[in-house]
């Protein structure tokens, strides 16, 4: 059972132009979410987060949108560079615990 | 350059070796994580250490044996393994919080013959 989705494998932009992945979960326990970046032979890094008490937080070109309605997601990338190419993962936890369960990625391609 | 640092990157062991990987952190972090990724799926949780205890461990098999020597260390010993066990093995570690990101060192590349 997957509880955190990210439905679309991949994604192409072009250079400039503005990124946006998604993700649904279903565990409405789930109350903060994070957003990584990994590139190969690499792991994940940490890009933004944001907790079920609001509803957007910003960092730089970096914007996560969070619907607890809908259960869903989004990051958003403004403007999107060639540099952003790599496969993003977002995860979600239960504050009560350390489990922390990720998506099963989306890999952005940013076109020169 | 990542705050968490995984030795060795590479790993080619028989099903009858033992082999120990190693994880280490120097941020103060007192939550010390251990992820299984397989290609192409998200990495899986493992094991989670709180203040050097084990807190969670996610029904993994006996074969496979977290220990956390220090706040700052992280062991997982490896015996018996089979060739699906092969995977990326991630360390990751968090203050104590639950709602603090996780910093993830570079990986262990297993492969099992």
């Known amino acids: 059972d997957q509880q955190v989705k990210q439905n679309s494998p991949s994604l192409s932009v072009q250079e400039g132009r503005i990124s946006i992945l998604n993700c649904d979960y279903t565990n409405s326990m789930f109350d903060y979410f994070l957003w990584y970046k990994k590139y190969p032979a690499e792991g994940p890094t940490f890009l933004i987060s944001?907790?079920?008490?609001?509803d957007k937080n910003e960092d730089g070109r970096f914007t996560v949108f969070l619907n607890k309605s809908a259960k869903h997601l989004s990051l958003h990338i403004v403007p999107s560079q060639p540099g952003d190419s790599a496969v993003y993962f977002c995860a979600a936890s239960d504050s009560g615990t350390y489990k922390y369960i990720f998506g099963t990625g989306t890999r952005l391609k940013v076109l020169a | 350059d990542t705050e968490v640092t995984q030795t060795p990157k590479h790993l080619v062991m028989g099903m009858t070796n033992k082999k120990s990987l190693k994880c280490e952190q120097h941020m103060g972090h007192r939550a010390m994580y251990w992820y299984k990724q397989k290609a192409k799926k998200p990495p899986e949780l493992m094991f989670v250490?709180?203040?050097?205890?084990?807190?969670i461990n996610e029904s993994v098999p006996s074969r496979f044996s977290p220990e956390c020597p220090n706040s700052s260390l992280l062991n997982l010993h490896l015996h018996a393994l089979q060739p699906e066990d092969s995977a990326l093995y991630l360390c990751?570690?968090?203050?104590?919080?639950?709602?603090?990101?996780?910093?993830f060192g570079n990986g262990t590349r297993l492969t099992v013959t």
């Open positions: 990751a570690s968090s203050q104590d919080s639950s709602v603090s990101p996780l910093h």
């Open positions: 250490y709180s203040y050097e205890k084990l807190s």
């Open positions: 944001i907790s079920s008490i609001k």
